[in-house]
């Protein structure tokens, strides 16, 4: 009797075993992962606007396949993303050769939010990510490894000639959630609530910078656009604190036998980019070598001195600078030749 049953017992643990073992790798090599990558592009090239609809977002992004990638993780091969920016030629390009994405599912069911992930580029180049989030706060570090601006078309999305240079990114981040303000309420019936408070650093160095390639334009406020002959601006450094979503510049230097440049202040975060609110001062000095260059150098900066505003940001020792003030959406550079970085 006692024998019977141990090996009943025996039987049924033996089949909660195989259950247990053979149910998560079927799972493994028979998930949709197809319906799954179409599912990404989707969230990536469509955003839900205020009534609820789905809209493009003008990102277009192809996946070539997505397989699983170790017990929690997939990985994409041949990632392409492409982004075109309204009113300009240049589009933002990314290629991917593969990208390693893993998420702890223990974590998700405790309410921690975690993941990380890792590309290498098709030609040159690396990122590493990792975020956790939790009812209190998002923490986010990002780094990327010699990307090439000039294959990414990085120039031509913002300013319109090319860049070429590569660049070494670190970013820790920590956002505090929204949370109740401590005093009274808005007159509402609801409660105020502070707004998430990005906290940590961003260093940015970009090396070998060179901007332009004389043969497009600049585009320069009351005088159209002119076109530089190629500029070498050098090793780029950056500095970002972030305090109370205030990010504090610290004076950015570069190191080119064309144009240096420098740059400090402040850019209060907003929700969103367009609502940041900039206070920055920016310095640049061409070389005497480079104004005297070439015959397009020369008549360009003899068209540049008959800008008055332009003219009102000299210093006396030959520099530019501006200050630039505005939000996202409407940034505005205006003279500032006496102010110190």
Known sequence: MGKDWFRTLLRASG????????????????????????????????????????????????????????LWGVRMNDVRAR??????????????????VSVN???????????????????QGTLHARFSRSSEETQIWFSADKLDLGKMGVGEYLLGPPIQGLLTANVEL?????????????????????????EGTIDIRVSGLVVGDGETAVPV????????????????NIGLRMEKGVAHMD??????????????????????????????????????????????????????????????????DGAYQFRVTGTGKDVRATPAANSRL
Not at 51 to 65: A, C, F, N, Y
Not at 84 to 97: A, F, Q
Not at 105 to 123: D, Q
Not at 174 to 196: H, L, Y
Request: net charge positive; hydrophobic share 35%; with cysteine.
């Open 221 to 236: 406020p009351k005088l159209g656009g002119i076109t530089p002959d190629a500029t070498t601006i050098g090793d780029l």
């Open 174 to 198: 920590t956002v505090r959630s929204a949370t109740e303000a401590s005093e009274g309420d808005s007159g509402t019936g609801e409660k105020d609530r502070e707004p998430e408070t990005p």
């Open 251 to 316: 004076p950015c230097s570069s190191t080119g036998e064309d144009l240096t440049l420098g740059c400090s202040g402040t850019i209060r975060m907003g929700p969103r980019f367009s609502d940041a609110r900039f206070n920055l001062l920016a310095r640049m000095k061409f070389s005497e070598a480079y104004k005297d260059g070439s015959a397009r150098t020369r008549s360009m900066f003899s068209l540049v001195g008959f800008s008055p505003q332009i003219k009102r940001a000299e210093t006396k």
């Open 15 to 70: 089949y909660v075993l195989f259950l247990a073992i053979v149910f998560p790798v079927f799972i493994y090599f028979t998930f949709p992962y197809d319906r799954v990558r179409d599912a990404v592009v989707q969230q990536l090239e469509t955003r839900v606007n205020a009534d609820g609809q789905r809209v493009p977002t003008g990102l277009k992004v192809s996946i070539g396949d997505l397989q699983p990638y170790w």
């Open 83 to 100: 982004l075109k920016r309204e009113g300009r030629e240049g589009t933002l390009k990314m290629s991917l050769k593969k990208l390693h």
């Open 105 to 123: 599912p223990l974590m998700w069911l405790l309410g921690v939010r975690k993941g990380t992930a890792e590309g290498t580029f098709r030609k």
